[in-house]
């Protein structure tokens, strides 16, 4: 008897058994078989993944105050956890919401984007088909006030996008709204303006998004604003002391940043756009991308992906907002 398949067969059938009781440790192996994890998401941002191989996503809905964060396991089912973020459709048909999510050692942070809020919740506890939790029942810590106050932007703005932990175990989260990354420190939550990021030229801001740190540095991902200008946008590099400075050039749209095993960035490209007034504006379709510190793209065809995670080795997930996808892809 071939024992090394029929213990393969007995897991699988014991993962398909157990449906929402899913065990620990067992979604990441159907999930390896899986080259879109799920397609079942509504307008996801961002994505953190669990040692246990589950994915944390945030969601900003619809526009009708449906944003919600979710679990996707490895059978590709999606889990509602938190209901109820703010949800806002603006008059270009944008939806915006809720910023990136972050786990860590049984914590999830999540951001407000535009709410300016900080979000921090144990789910170590949390079960596969436990009931959702409306978002009002959450603590959270108002992080947008403080940003406003230090008049950062022109107009002065703030939306609380991505965020990492940086050397010294302070939270570091890059605000697109107010091009600036703030310090949230790790001791008694103090915040600071860590850095600020100057405009790509007197027209376009440069709208920091995804932020890793490399061992030495952090490196921030810039989409540029309007026009969306192609080669406009940057990887920064800052450095432990809050030094700002190119570290590559001639990207466009770029949404998130991740690092490869060897510690080379890998970003996503939200989208090709075009500006044709009246009847050709915008994002265009397909146009998404995965570029490495090169600029070549290692996957081409997207629709506006938003995320990047490396999960083992050289493998990848790769979250687009626009179809509501989690693919799983090797480089």
Known sequence: MNYKRYLLSATLLLIL????NDIDGLDGLLASQRPILTDDLVNPIGMSVAPNGRVWVSETGTGG???????????GQVYPVFTGFQSDLRPDGEVTGIGHV???DGILY???GYSGKLYRVDVSAYRLGDPARPASSLTSEDIGSYVLSQNLSDPIDSNLYNMTFGPDGSLYITDAGANAIIRRDKDNGTLSVFARFPN???QTQPVPTGIVHDGSRFLVSLLTGFPFTTGAAKIMQVSNSGVVSDYRTGFTTLTDIALSANKAPVVTQLAEFVFQPPTNVGFQPKTGAVRNEAGTVLLGGLERPTDIERISGSTYY??????????RVTF
Do not use: E, F, K, Q
Request: net charge positive; proline share 3%; charged share 15%.
């Open 17 to 20: 058994a157990t449906g929402c």
């Open 318 to 327: 790769v979250l687009s907002n626009g179809d509501g996808t989690i693919r």
């Open 65 to 75: 105050n449906d944003g919600r964060v979710s679990v996707v396991a490895g059978t």
């Open 110 to 112: 999540i951001l407000g």
């Open 200 to 202: 790509i030229n007197p």
């Open 102 to 104: 972050l786990y860590r």
